[in-house]
Structure formats: structure tokens, C-alpha cells
């Protein structure tokens, strides 16, 4: 089945710098690969999503890339803001048919003012 | 849209109980997956409805069981309740089957003492 390995599993900036969450994973056919924000006590978040036929995507102040051949993908935030501290956790999809997500471990992310 | 709801939110049960767990997915959306979420190994998929049917499964023990109802509704049970099935359980619903944005419910808190 599928593996997703997250890094790294804490991450502290100051405000304003930009961090970098990344992700690999292990099935050549996954091709869906979502991002989550979960902040303390909240749900996950639907922050961005990519599909394999797309190498990069932006929303603001945040980008995530893909890498098919390397079976990595990335999460970028630039200008980071206190509001940004949360776990972030990437996921991945074949394409089986089914909606099953394989989540990596998640990154707690600290934007210090 | 409302969003995904989840009931109870918050349940304490001993050991050797069961437990049922409720999920009402966004208006319109057909499929039901549900996920445990725990410090130590993160968010974990338990398994997928869609139009009433189990579609996929993941590596959980056959005490974890669920059911989709017609109008999309899931419920999820665990009999014989152990400690280590203290968690968070989170239920996500999407539009369509397959690889696409999932939204997250906010959860139900089991604590199994």
C-alpha cells in the first residue's frame, strides 16, 4: 500500500520567513495529494491540492509543487504569520477509485512574532 | 453548506463496551470516509462509503465496523472497546468517489478507560 513520509515533524520560523513542508511517497499511481492546516483542537483544513498532471500550484501565500519521477511534493507558505501555526499534514491518492487518503505524520509548524 | 457535523463530541467509555459514532456529510456528498487520529500514529483510514456500500477498508481489527444510511448519513461502532482505541474520530465527506477534495468533520473524542 501506500506510505507517505512527512518532513520534518517540527518546523520554527520567525514571522515573515517562508517554510517548507516536504513530503514523499511510495505508489507510482497516486495521484491526488491534498494538504491539511489543523490548528489545536480544531478539524483538519483543506488548505491546497494538486493532481499529478500538474507540477505546481498557488494560492496566495501558498504553493505546493510535485515531482512524479522524484515521488515527492511539497508545501511552501511565504510571509508567514503568527495565524499560520498549526500542523500541517500531506496526503496522497491513487487511483484506485476509491477516496482512501494516506496521510504523512504531520509537521507542527511555530511562527514566532 | 453546512458543513460536516459529528456526534457525540466527546465520549468516555470503559473497556469492553461498545461505541457508535455518527456522521452527517456536507449536503450532496456521497461518500463518507473515516479516519483515527492519534498522537503516536497520526490520522489513520478506517474505511469508505459510498451510495450505502463499504468500498474500501483499512488495517483495523473487525471490531471497527460502519454502515452508510440513503441519505448519505454514516455511522461507525466499535465493540468490545480496548484502551488503545482512545482517539480522535474524524469522518470526511466528499462530492464523488474517488480521488477529491475531502472536508473534515470536527470529530468525536473517544476516551476508553
Known sequence: ?113 | KAGVTQTPRYLIKTRGQQVTLSCSPISGHRSVSWYQQTPGQGLQFLFEYFSETQRNKGNFPGRFSGRQFSNSRSEMNVSTLELGDSALYLCASSQQQGPYEQYFGPGTRLTVT
Not at chain 1, 520554527?12 to 513530503?23: H, L, P, R, T
Not at chain 1, 497516486?30 to 491540492?49: A, H, M, V
Open chain 1, 1 to 113: 500500500g501506500e506510505n507517505v513520509e512527512q518532513h520534518p515533524s517540527t518546523l520554527s520560523v520567525q514571522e515573515g520567513d517562508s517554510a517548507v513542508i516536504k513530503c514523499t511517497y511510495s505508489d507510482s499511481a497516486s495521484n491526488y495529494f491534498p494538504w491539511y492546516k489543523q490548528e489545536l483542537g480544531k478539524r483538519p483544513q483543506l488548505i491546497i491540492d494538486i493532481r499529478s498532471n500538474v507540477g505546481e500550484k498557488k494560492d496566495q501565500r501558498i504553493a505546493v509543487t510535485l515531482n512524479k519521477t522524484a515521488k515527492h511534493f511539497s508545501l511552501h507558505i511565504t510571509e508567514t504569520q503568527p495565524e499560520d501555526s498549526a500542523v500541517y499534514f500531506c496526503a496522497a491518492s491513487d487511483n484506485s477509485g476509491y477516496s482512501t487518503l494516506t496521510f504523512g505524520k504531520g509537521t507542527m509548524l511555530l511562527v514566532s512574532p
